[in-house]
């Protein structure tokens, strides 16, 4: 019983630190260029995701 309230608390805890700094953790996650390259490779291959991203970046076409 002990050791399962003493995981749960250190599952916890991290959990904790980890979302008060997750910007933190993203910035220095995000400044290895090999680590970025397959972080965004991962998100833009959902498609609305990138859908989504390419029409910001690009605006609605006016042709």
């Known amino acids: 019983m002990s050791r399962m ?3 749960i608390l ?3 805890s991290i ?3 980890a979302y008060r700094y997750r910007f933190r953790l993203i910035n ?3 400044a ?3 680590l970025r ?4 490779g ?3 291959s959902f498609p609305g995701v990138k859908n989504k991203m390419l ?6 076409s006016e042709w």
């Open 37 to 40: 390259r397959v972080a965004l």
């Open 42 to 44: 991962s998100i833009m």
């Open 28 to 30: 220095l996650l995000l």
């Open 55 to 60: 029409k910001t970046v690009f605006g609605p």
């Open 5 to 7: 309230l003493t995981s």
């Open 15 to 17: 959990g904790y630190f």
């Open 10 to 12: 250190m599952i916890g």
């Open 32 to 34: 290895s260029g090999w």
